[in-house]
């Protein structure tokens, strides 16, 4: 096996096996949503209004929660070493790290987000470009926390560190997402925000696992 | 076997490693040739483990360089990852999963097709336990684990920290097998330890000749 695939078998083998990590991001993404409602009042014109930012920035931040376990755990045991001793560059490496990061949470929080919009009273037309532009986003969002995991490896609050790195980082995802979701209701479409989410995903894809891998050797040494 | 060259040579010239700001060793040569054994003695802090990492390519020297087969390391660092085995303190041994899995995954890392599992487990006597979750495996039978995988994927350099460390009687004795068999083969190893091993006209580095005098500045 390609010791690419044989990376992501690993990783998608162990969040299965430790089933509680998607489960947390996914429950923290949900109460994180149905909070909302709560403090800013039941009003659906109020909702509906804010209703694609709320998905957004809950679901930015269940993103942000899982990250510190992308190559913390690694680091701690060892693990670091072998997969950096590997076959591949360990650019690829951060990539397949990636990769899995995104199937076991961003996919998971895509798939959800339409039952969510409906907590939130989203307009039932914008569901496809809060779904798609958070297909298109949340690569993204894996792959700019590579970087942060990896800057914060070694650090003595390595969460509170690579929250700080990453909310910054993920404001171009948001405003784009968010954007998608007004201009679906609009007679401008989502079309071009939608674009700017993949323009964001495909520029990450390699550069994300470049600045990464630095990181991490850094951190190995 | 291997697809290595069998009378290829790990060699170090002048090798420096710095930790920090302090300077561990410096002026360090060593060689590996086809078979050979190397003994890597020292008080604790004198550069054991970091040779040893150095070795590997996990650290980059702070002078000198490494040449495998007649070519510097730098120039290939692919394939000098794909020649040596490296066994540290730390294992890698995921709690959640098995043994079997694990030489599984550290054999796809080395893009092994047909790992030698089943061998590398009865070379270590982990049968027993190869579909137990490793959370329950002692700390012996995880330093078997990690030493499996020297058999579950060939390669002609052994890096081994320590390696005798939490293993009992039997657990040597296997390993010393394994290495002899490995040096028999044509394999090279270095180790880093403070029991004394077994092992035929094995080359002692003692790291304490090449420590950098204390509180002179480092020159590099």
Known sequence: ?221 | MSPFPETAELVGENLACRRGERLVFAGLDCRLPAGSALVLTGPNGSGKSSLLRLLATLLVPAAGRLVWDGAPVARDPAGHRGAVHYVGHLDGVKPALTPREMLGLWAALRGVRRPATDAALASFGLERVADWPCRWLSAGQRKRLALARLIAAPAPVWLLDEPGAALDSDGEARLHAVIAAHRAAGGRIAVATHQPIAMPDATILALDDFAAPFGEPPVI
Do not use: C, N
């Open chain 1, 1 to 221: 096996m390609h010791p690419f695939l044989g990376l992501i078998r690993h990783d998608l083998r162990l969040a299965g096996r430790q089933g509680g990590d998607i489960g947390l991001v996914l429950g923290f993404f949900v109460l994180a949503v149905i909070l909302f409602p709560f403090g800013i009042g039941p009003e659906p014109e109020l909702l509906r209004r804010v209703a694609a930012g709320i998905i957004w920035v809950a679901a930015l931040l269940a993103a942000v929660l899982s990250l510190d376990r992308l190559f913390a755990a690694d680091y701690a045991d060892g693990g670091l070493d072998l997969i950096a001793l590997s076959a591949m560059p360990l650019e690829l490496a951060v990539l397949a790290k990636g990769a899995a990061h995104w199937l076991t949470t961003g996919l998971p929080l895509v798939v959800v987000s339409p039952v969510l919009a409906l907590f939130v009273d989203l307009d039932p037309a914008a569901l496809p470009s809060l779904a798609l532009g958070l297909l298109l986003g949340t690569p993204a969002m894996s792959l700019i926390g590579a970087i942060a995991a990896a800057l914060s490896l070694g650090a003595r609050r390595p969460g509170v560190l690579l929250t700080l790195l990453v909310l910054p980082l993920y404001l171009p995802p948001l405003i784009f997402g968010t954007a998608a979701v007004e201009a679906s209701l609009s007679a401008e479409g989502a079309r071009a925000h939608l674009l700017l989410l993949a323009a964001l995903t495909l520029a990450a894809l390699p550069l994300a696992p470049l600045a990464a891998a630095a990181a991490l050797r850094q951190a190995l040494d």
